[in-house]
């Protein structure tokens, strides 16, 4: 059994660099307290500096986030989501751990300190299996990693299991050439990370919802369920 498991949004939280990036790549001139209090981005498009500064420099704000997102040290100044490391280690007891993340660069030097940085970040909060990380381009990558790994069942946790993937399917599903990826994606098992319960169309694809991870072992159940069936 392999578990799948996203990073950004499900076992990592927001980077206590974010809004300090912003006010010094920026020039916004806030103070090191107000910069913390912007902790993520409906904070940060919402400030009145920020709506000030796109008024006339609004290529430069999505320049300066593009780089952000590839942003090394702010990838190792991220926060654990509350009870990750404990559920990620129970869930390591079953099967083996994978990371699957969309962190990558055109810049191959940019790219080493990402990968550098997100398997160092995995080591010192003491996440099992911390150097095996696939880090893929986007979320049909993801989903291809997935549905070709080679495990007798492979259950895949993130936190857009209920709005990227049902996105990603329904545009596979239009295409002929995606049959035995549609096929192999039937036998997974995906995870909703932080959702309380599922949409009502699921588009026939296996699910369950993991509101926190704190609910790990009532996941465990519900797995064994499905094994054994």
Not at 109 to 133: K, S
Not at 217 to 229: F, G, M
């Amino acid at each position: 059994m392999l578990f799948a498991i996203d990073i950004d949004g499900t076992i990592a939280g927001i980077s206590t660099l974010f809004g300090a990036y912003f006010n010094q790549q920026l020039g916004l001139g806030l103070t090191s307290e107000e910069a913390q209090r912007i902790r993520w981005y409906q904070h940060l498009r919402k400030h009145p500096a920020i709506i000030e500064y796109r008024k006339a420099h609004n290529e430069r704000f999505l320049e300066v986030w593009t780089k952000y997102r590839e942003y090394a040290p702010a990838m190792l100044a991220r926060e654990v989501i509350e009870g990750a490391v404990e559920g990620v280690n129970q869930l390591s007891q079953w099967g083996d751990v994978q990371y699957v993340t969309i962190r990558i660069s055109q810049d191959k030097e940019v790219n080493e300190q990402i990968q550098a940085a997100t398997r160092q970040w995995l080591r010192e909060h003491h996440f099992p299996q911390p150097e095996q990380v696939s880090f893929c381009a986007n979320f049909q990558e993801k989903l291809t990693y997935v549905a070709h790994a080679n495990q007798d069942q492979v259950i895949f946790i993130d936190d857009r299991c209920s709005t990227d993937l049902f996105t990603c399917y329904q545009d596979l599903l239009q295409n002929p050439g995606y049959k035995k990826l549609i096929a192999h994606l039937q036998q997974v098992i995906f995870v909703a990370f932080g959702k309380q319960e599922l949409p009502e169309n699921t588009f026939g694809l296996r699910m369950f919802p993991l509101p926190s991870w704190s609910q790990s072992s009532d996941l465990l159940k519900e797995l064994h369920i499905v094994r054994v069936l």
